[in-house]
Every structure is written in C-alpha cells, then in structure tokens.
C-alpha cells in the first residue's frame, strides 16, 4: 500500500524558517517525482516545488524562489522542503505528491498524495 506522511509543519513567525518532511513508503521510490503542493483557505491548489527522479532536477514557483529549497534522499525514501524567510501568505496545507515521470506538471496528474501539514506564518 502506497503512503506518504508529511511532516513538521506548525506556526511559526514570520521570517522564521520550517522544514518539511515527506516519507515514503509501498512503492518503488526511485521511479517516482516528488511535488510539494500548498492550497490556502479559499484558493486552489498550486504547485509549489518539484524534483525529478532521474536526474534529480528541481523546479520552483516564482513565489518562493530562493527561500524554498527541495531535496531527495533516495536511500531514505524522503524528500525534505526546507522553507525559509516565511511570509503569511505561504500560510496554507501542505501535501506531498508522487508520479511517474516528469514532476513539473499539474496536481491532477499526480498519483499519490499524501494526508498534507499545515503551515501557519504569523506576521
């Protein structure tokens, strides 16, 4: 069965940083692209950094640009979104992502998803 877990997400101020955890488990991890995906109150879900399987390239939104970093570690079937100098408006759910294939694509054509952790930035 295919799992993912988010974690370590909570408040925090902004300007403070918070990492992000997605474990996987259930399927061969090194064949699959990782997205993270935010969604806020109100607004549709948006795609927020990716990194392909096979050569570990990396695509990130304008928005968070030089303060998200994405990051696999194929051994610990994880990949970690280090997110720094938060701002209230990156307040929202975070989720985890898995497809084969190219990552930077829509969060409808993803195949597994993971329960998602919510992030508060206070301002």
């Known amino acids: 069965e295919v799992h993912l877990v988010e974690s370590g997400g909570g408040l925090v101020q902004a300007g403070g940083s918070v990492r992000l955890s997605c474990a996987a488990s259930g399927f061969s991890f090194d064949d699959y692209s990782i997205g993270w995906f935010r969604q806020a109150p109100g607004k549709e879900r948006e795609g927020v950094s990716c990194i392909n399987n096979k050569d570990g390239s990396t695509f990130t939104v304008d928005s968070v640009k030089g303060r998200f970093t994405i990051s696999r570690d194929n051994a610990k079937n994880t990949v970690n979104l280090q997110m720094n100098s938060l701002k209230p408006e990156d307040t929202g759910v975070y989720y985890c992502?898995?497809?084969?294939?190219?990552?930077?694509?829509?969060?409808?054509?993803?195949?597994?998803w993971g329960q998602g952790t919510q992030v508060t930035v206070s301002s």
């Open positions: 992502a898995a497809r084969r294939g190219f990552a930077w694509v829509p969060p409808g054509e993803y195949d597994y």
